[in-house]
């Protein structure tokens, strides 16, 4: 899944490519992904994008039409296996939906334009045309931005106080903080040295110095990696700057111990067990717990 540096780093190159452009066509290939009727689609056509902003990790694209009130936003979250495919020059083939991946195409006015797509049969992409970008749900609720230049330790602190909920939950939980997801939050607790299932209440002081201290460098460094790349790259990007996500069987670049995985229906987890749990193993089953 596209997380808060992958979507930074689309959200950086249509700043750079695609503001000032008219969008002169908008075609939905998969009905399910758009999720709004209200502007219609077609609102879309004859704006020109006027900036790229990223909230949490949706995609907002601002248009400007002449004589408007209130112009059009495209919002888009690419939610697990959906991607941004650029083409300088955009295909002039027919798009034949159910028969394609791509659920969404934009031209634009050089030539040049997007397609949204999604793999596999499990479609969760969701497109909306709005007049604010607070109208798309999961912006209405999303949490904080932890890069935001406001955040702070403290902040951080208030979220997980009182929260009887494991830590590796609670970073992926978009209510709370924005922009984090599955691979990320592994990345941030194996920095922090903590394990995925201590539970937020729990920790202390110290605790919360590590792990906002992971959190601000981890996800820095991350953004900065994406910067600059087209989208073709920011996937191998990713995969490239993991330490723990998706390496089970791997060695630790900390430690020298090998990467284990935690197993549940629709993911995993990643974690050093010298680390981040004092050398225990996380049982790799379902209903996961420390081994007695």
Not at 71 to 86: D, Q, Y
Not at 194 to 199: D, E, G, K, R
Not at 237 to 257: F, I, N, S
């Amino acid at each position: 899944m596209p997380e808060m540096p992958e979507v930074q780093g689309l959200v950086d190159f249509l700043r750079g490519r695609v503001t000032g452009l008219t969008i002169e066509r908008v075609t939905v290939a998969a009905i399910a992904a758009l999720k709004t009727y209200d502007p219609q689609v077609t609102a879309l056509q004859g704006a020109t994008v006027t900036g790229a902003a990223r909230h949490g990790k949706f995609i907002d694209l601002s248009t400007g039409t002449e004589g408007a009130d209130a112009s059009p936003h495209l919002v888009f979250h690419l939610a697990k296996a959906g991607w941004l495919r650029w083409y300088d020059a955009l295909p002039s083939t027919l798009i034949r939906p159910g028969k394609t991946p791509i659920a969404l195409r934009v031209a634009l006015s050089d030539g040049s334009g997007f397609d949204l797509t999604e793999a596999g049969t499990k479609k969760s992409l969701a497109v909306y045309v709005v007049r604010d970008p607070a109208d798309v749900p999961g912006i209405a609720r999303l949490g904080p931005d932890p890069l935001d230049p406001s955040f702070s330790r403290d902040d951080l602190a208030g979220l997980l106080a009182g929260r009887r909920t494991q830590i590796k939950g609670v970073l992926r939980d978009q209510s709370v903080i924005a922009g984090v997801g599955n691979a990320y939050s592994d990345e941030i607790l194996h920095a922090a040295k903590m394990s995925p299932y201590a539970l937020a209440a729990t920790l202390d002081d110290a605790d919360v110095d590590r792990l906002f201290a992971a959190m601000t460098a981890t996800l820095t460094d991350a953004v900065s990696e994406a910067s600059g790349k087209p989208p073709a790259d920011l996937k191998d990007a990713k995969r490239r700057g993991m330490q723990v996500h998706g390496r089970r069987g791997e060695v630790c670049p900390v430690c020298g111990d090998t990467v284990r995985s935690v197993f549940f229906a629709d993911n995993s987890l990643e974690y050093c067990a010298t680390c981040q749990t004092g050398g225990k193993v996380l049982a790799d089953r379902r209903l996961s717990r420390l081994l007695k």
